[in-house]
């Protein structure tokens, strides 16, 4: 009797370890369910379109002859209004390029080089041909500023034009966050640089 006693009690212990080491386990399931759930909602991939690309890689050259342009003033320019503006457009422009250029990489495309053939881009909305930019290069003092304010109007509404493009009909997020920055930015010079023409400044 009393070994019959003692196997019972035995068996009736593990009986009770077992249902609660099953009930452990369930709970860890669910646990474990309700983790890999939440992860898989966080982890989207960003996309990008054929859009994106055309425009990281057009208004990188765009971007580069702008800095060019601008460079120019700080030797040539005889207002300080147009060298301040000149300064302000370099600091604007010169991170965007890094930034385009780091998503062409990411994407597996090829960003535009620095120091290009103008010709190569001149049929780009805005962009300056390779006679335009020689013969700013020569010019000095007001004949400059009167040349650059112009030719630099041009440029940017060819930028706000590549942008509103972007915006419509681009699917990087972060690309169409900087084509409305770059068409507020631009639009916002525009109007600057026209008072600068017709004020003589």
Excluded: N
Aim: charged letters at 20%.
């Amino acid at each position: 009797m009393t070994i019959r006693h003692t196997f019972r009690t035995a068996a009736l212990g593990a009986a009770a370890l077992s249902a609660a080491l099953l009930l452990t386990a369930c709970g860890g399931t669910h646990t474990d369910t309700g983790s890999h759930s939440a992860h898989g909602a966080t982890a989207t991939a960003a996309s990008h379109d054929a859009q994106d690309v055309a425009f990281a890689q057009g208004m990188i050259p765009h971007h580069q002859q702008a800095l060019e342009m601008a460079r120019l003033a700080a030797g040539r320019a005889e207002s300080a209004r147009v060298k301040d503006l000149a300064a302000r457009i370099e600091k604007a422009q010169a991170p965007e390029i890094r930034t385009m250029s780091g998503w062409l990489k990411s994407w597996g495309e090829q960003p535009p080089m620095a120091g290009m053939d103008h010709s190569a881009h001149s049929g780009m909305s805005g962009m300056m041909s390779g006679e335009d930019m020689a013969d700013l290069e020569k010019k000095k003092g007001a004949a400059f500023d009167s040349a650059f304010l112009s030719l630099m109007i041009r440029h940017h509404q060819g930028a706000v034009e590549m942008a509103t493009t972007e915006k419509d009909k681009g699917r990087y997020a972060p690309a169409t966050k900087l084509a409305g920055a770059v068409i507020q930015g631009q639009s916002a010079e525009i109007a600057e640089m026209r008072k600068l023409l017709d004020s003589g400044e």
